[in-house]
């Protein structure tokens, strides 16, 4: 999947009634994880997890939904797991989530991010690297510049024909040109 793709299927994901139930494999699949993977880890053949009721995704996430107003306290538990930070379940995000509030962390730089759950789209660019896609701060931040920045290969002619279209407003504006 590309991040075109990932926001619209976190907008779907925030756009239809929160399931608590449901939420961990509806998140995962919106970054592209497969079916296959995600009946595993609904089942418990791939959950190796040690919170009760979280999900943990072997070297990604581990995330978990919380009772209403103690998304700190689980994402807190998730921190706290032995599961998440050692071995080949080494998590790159833990998230925790009441349906109303999200907060997640990146663990290998310690940003924490905490937003109402409606506002989950405006930062999709947190978790692309789950979807193999590698972020700057600066696509993590503005998710208008994600689409161009984080999809296409054409990044620079893109950057290159935004300067060439400034210089030809300048001078036009400035009359510099003949008609």
Not at 129 to 145: C, F, H, M, R
Request: charged content about 25%; some cysteine; proline content about 7%.
């Amino acid at each position: 999947m590309n991040a075109v793709e990932i926001e619209e299927a976190v907008l779907a994901l925030v756009a239809d009634p929160f399931s608590g139930e449901e939420f961990p494999y509806q998140f995962l699949a919106a970054f592209g994880f497969k079916l296959p993977t995600l009946q595993k880890l609904r089942s418990g053949a791939s959950n190796p997890t040690d919170v009760p009721g979280a999900a943990l995704l072997r070297s990604n996430i581990h995330l978990i939904v919380a009772p209403p107003g103690q998304t700190s306290a689980r994402l807190a538990a998730l921190k706290a797991s032995p599961k998440t930070a050692k071995g080949k379940c080494k998590c790159k995000f833990v998230l925790a989530t009441d349906g109303e509030m999200v907060e997640e962390e990146e663990l290998a730089t310690g940003e924490l991010l905490a937003c109402r759950y409606t506002e989950m789209p405006n930062h999709f660019g947190f978790f692309l690297p789950l979807a193999g896609i590698s972020t700057v701060a600066e696509i993590k931040d503005n998710p208008i510049d994600s689409h161009a920045k984080a999809t296409s290969p054409d990044c620079v002619c893109f950057d290159e024909g935004e300067k060439w279209l400034r210089v030809v407003e300048k001078r036009r504006s400035h009359k510099s040109y003949i008609l």
